[in-house]
């Protein structure tokens, strides 16, 4: 757990992360991955599922999920992006 690793009580490094981030510490977390995972698309020829399992994502699956929650768009649509260059 993050919090405790850096010895404070959980709900209370969540309080601090939304006044000052105004996310959740999880989602700041996940918006992180995600746009560290873009960057790696957009600048790598590594395949969407290594990308993944490079920050972190559990499954390709989740990775997908979780980029199209947070930017509107599947992580295929920035390996395209590459593509087109």
């Known amino acids: ?13 969540n309080r601090v992360m ?4 105004g996310l959740s510490l999880h989602q700041y977390v996940i918006k992180y991955r995600i746009d ?8 790598t020829d590594m395949r969407v ?3 993944a399992l ?6 390709t699956a989740h990775f997908s ?10 992580p295929s649509f920035y390996k395209n992006k590459t593509e087109e260059i």
């Open 1 to 13: 757990n993050i919090a405790h690793s850096l010895g404070y009580d959980a709900c209370y490094l």
């Open 18 to 21: 939304l006044t000052f981030t």
């Open 36 to 43: 560290k995972a873009i960057a790696l698309l957009l600048s």
């Open 49 to 51: 599922e290594e990308v």
């Open 54 to 59: 490079q920050t972190g994502f559990y499954s």
């Open 65 to 74: 999920n979780q980029c199209l929650k947070q930017t509107g768009h599947r």
